[in-house]
């Protein structure tokens, strides 16, 4: 459902400067913007990947569309760019978001957790189905994550436990980012800590996500290219539509590239036999 920033919080980390924004449906969003430095095709790239890991049912925050009108970023210049010394004014429209887990002022969000909590991460086994993600899109970028405590349920049991949980984030460079391309890498897409791999044995143990992109919908594909605002793609409709070709005909090699990251020096997968 297309929102509307109402309220400005604060600037993020990250190389492509996005900022949080309170939107009119009570939820805050990391808003990545249509002239962001990295390029508008990492807007582009991340609501193919949002329509794909809904698909696939892997832990990623719900996304959005926030409109960021003139008024706004009049009222909020803090809400801008920065190049260098220079302050570089957001364009207004369209932009993508990704939502917050909760309340920025009363809720822990993490990037890193030591080793300790991280193998007690309730839903570990995330980790292992974003990397079949990731090198079916061709994530150039080292798989990012965020970390906060909720409430876990298992099955049908009643109640639940309070845990950390992880979200994956920032796919603004799958497909190379704005290059949209598939550079192969062993190292491509993996988390830098092996333990989230302790689980891996064999390549069984990356199903059923392996399964679901092999077999992957063409009209999910559809759906992706559906949700993308034509400004963001004005010029570039052929390049986009070749894009998704080779995304789809890749499919099938999802599985080699999984196996060739043991071919990395330090063997992500220490306990594969």
Same mark, same amino acid.
């Given at each position: 459902?297309?929102?509307?920033? !109402?309220?400005?919080?604060?600037?993020? +980390?990250?190389?492509?400067?996005?900022?949080?924004?309170? /939107?009119? =449906?009570?939820?805050?969003?990391? #808003?990545?913007?249509?002239?962001?430095?990295?390029?508008?095709?990492?807007? *582009?790239?991340?609501?193919?990947?949002?329509?794909?890991?809904?698909?696939?049912?892997?832990?990623?925050?719900?996304?959005?569309? !926030?409109?960021?009108?003139?008024?706004?970023?009049? /009222?909020?210049?803090?809400? &801008? !760019?920065?190049?260098?010394?220079?302050?570089?004014?957001?364009?207004?429209?369209?932009?993508?978001?990704?939502?917050?887990p909760g309340d920025p002022g009363t809720l822990a969000v993490y990037d890193f957790l030591p080793d300790a909590l991280l193998g007690q991460?309730?839903?570990?086994?995330?980790?292992?189905? !974003?990397?079949?993600?990731?090198?079916? #899109?061709?994530?150039?970028?080292? +798989?990012? &994550?965020?970390?906060?405590?909720?409430?876990?349920?298992?099955?049908?049991?009643?109640?639940?436990?309070?845990?950390?949980?992880?979200?994956?984030?920032?796919?603004?460079?799958?497909?190379?980012?704005?290059?949209? =391309?598939?550079?192969?890498?062993?190292?491509?897409?993996?988390?830098?800590?092996?333990? *989230?791999?302790?689980? #891996? +044995?064999?390549?069984?143990?990356?199903?059923?996500?392996? =399964?679901?992109?092999?077999?992957?919908?063409?009209?999910?594909?559809?759906?992706?290219?559906?949700?993308?605002? &034509?400004?963001?793609?004005?010029?570039?409709e052929d390049a986009l539509e070749q894009l998704l070709e080779r995304l789809f005909a890749r499919r099938k090699r999802v599985p080699e590239?999984?196996?060739?990251?043991?071919?990395?020096?330090?063997?992500?997968?220490?306990?594969?036999?």
């Open positions: 459902m297309p929102l509307t920033a !109402i309220r400005h919080v604060r600037k993020m +980390r990250g190389g492509a400067q996005s900022h949080l924004l309170e /939107a009119d =449906d009570g939820h805050w969003y990391v #808003v990545k913007f249509r002239n962001n430095p990295q390029h508008r095709r990492v807007l *582009v790239n991340e609501i193919i990947c949002a329509t794909l890991l809904r698909y696939l049912n892997i832990s990623a925050p719900e996304t959005a569309l !926030i409109q960021v009108d003139a008024a706004f970023l009049q /009222a909020n210049p803090e809400c &801008s !760019i920065q190049l260098g010394t220079r302050q570089v004014a957001i364009e207004p429209g369209w932009q993508f978001g990704s939502r917050y991460v309730a839903n570990l086994e995330d980790f292992r189905a !974003i990397l079949v993600l990731d090198k079916w #899109v061709g994530n150039a970028d080292g +798989r990012q &994550s965020v970390f906060y405590r909720a409430m876990v349920r298992r099955g049908q049991s009643p109640g639940g436990r309070a845990a950390f949980v992880a979200r994956m984030i920032d796919h603004g460079y799958a497909f190379n980012g704005p290059n949209w =391309d598939f550079p192969e890498s062993p190292l491509q897409g993996l988390y830098a800590r092996k333990l *989230v791999y302790d689980a #891996v +044995r064999s390549l069984a143990d990356f199903q059923p996500w392996l =399964d679901h992109v092999v077999h992957f919908p063409e009209e999910i594909v559809d759906q992706a290219w559906k949700a993308i605002p &034509s400004e963001w793609v004005e010029g570039e590239l999984i196996e060739a990251s043991r071919e990395t020096r330090a063997d992500p997968f220490p306990n594969w036999r």
